[in-house]
C-alpha cells in the first residue's frame, strides 16, 4: 500500500492546549486520505475524510469545529485537536490511498494523543 | 447494528494449531473485504483481500468468503506466537471509497 508518515507519534499535553497532526503520502499523490480514532480495546472509527484543495467531509458525531481538517497538497493532510481535553486522548491514525485498488491503502503509524 | 462484526475473543490456540477468525457484515452490497492484523500500539497493515465467493489463500493464510450469508473468515494455519495480535475485518463500500472496520478480534497463539 501506499508508504504514510504521522507526526509527532507521541503527545502529551495538558487539556485546552491544540494539537497539530501531520500526515505525509511519501509515495503517492494523495487526493483523499483519511483519519480515524481508536480506542483503547476498540477498533478503528472513520472521523473524517480529507480532500486534496477542498473541505473535509466528517462522519457523523465528529464535531468538526473540533476537529479542523486541512489537506493544502497532494501528500500532506493535518488534523487539529482544538482545545484538546481528556476525553480526546486516543490513537490517530491516518491513512491514504484507495482502498481496493492494488497496492491498496496504506496506515500511517499513528500518533498516540494523552491530554492530562 | 454495527456493520461490520467480530468477536472481540480473545481466542486462544495452541501454536502450531489452526486459527479461525469470523466476521459477518450487514451492508448486502459490499463486494470488497480486507482482513488487517494489528499489534498493540501499532497501525494496522493488510493480510489479505477477497473479492469472490470461495477461498483465497496466501501462504499460512486462507481468506474465506461467503455472500450468501455475508460472512468472511481468516484461517491461519500453523499458528505462531507471533500471530499473536488483533485482526481486524473491514468491508469496503459501494462507492469503493471507505473502509468499515469490525471491533477486532484479539488472537493469542500459546507456545
Known amino acids: 500500500g501506499a508508504v504514510v508518515s504521522q507526526h509527532p507519534s507521541w503527545v502529551i499535553c495538558k487539556s485546552g492546549t491544540s494539537v497539530k497532526i501531520e500526515c505525509r503520502s511519501l509515495?503517492?499523490?494523495?487526493?483523499?486520505m483519511f483519519w480515524y480514532r481508536q480506542f483503547p480495546k476498540q477498533s478503528l472509527m472513520l472521523m473524517a475524510t480529507s480532500n486534496e484543495g477542498s473541505k473535509a467531509t466528517y462522519e457523523q458525531g465528529v464535531e468538526k469545529d473540533k476537529f479542523l481538517i486541512n489537506h493544502a497538497s497532494l501528500t500532506l493532510s493535518t488534523l487539529t485537536v482544538t482545545s484538546a481535553h481528556p476525553e480526546d486522548s486516543s490513537f490517530y491514525i491516518c491513512?491514504?490511498?484507495?482502498?481496493?485498488?492494488?497496492?491498496?491503502?496504506?496506515f500511517g503509524p499513528g500518533t498516540r494523543l494523552l491530554v492530562l | 447494528q454495527k456493520e461490520v462484526e467480530q468477536n472481540s475473543g480473545p481466542l486462544s490456540v495452541p501454536e502450531g494449531a489452526i486459527a479461525s477468525l469470523n466476521c459477518t457484515y450487514s451492508d448486502r452490497v459490499s463486494q470488497s473485504f480486507f482482513w488487517y492484523r494489528q499489534y498493540s500500539g501499532k497501525s494496522p497493515e493488510l493480510i489479505m483481500s477477497?473479492?469472490?465467493?470461495g477461498d483465497k489463500e496466501d501462504g499460512r493464510f486462507t481468506a474465506q468468503l461467503n455472500k450468501a450469508s455475508q460472512y468472511v473468515s481468516l484461517l491461519i494455519r500453523d499458528s505462531q506466537p507471533s500471530d499473536s495480535a488483533t485482526y481486524l475485518c473491514?468491508?469496503?463500500?459501494?462507492?469503493?471509497?471507505?473502509?468499515?472496520f469490525g471491533g477486532g478480534t484479539r488472537l493469542m497463539v500459546k507456545p
Open positions: 509515495d503517492f499523490q494523495a487526493t483523499t
Open positions: 477477497i473479492y469472490s465467493n
Open positions: 473491514a468491508a469496503l463500500n459501494n462507492a469503493g471509497n471507505m473502509l468499515t
Open positions: 491513512s491514504a490511498g484507495t482502498p481496493g485498488l492494488a497496492g491498496g491503502e496504506g
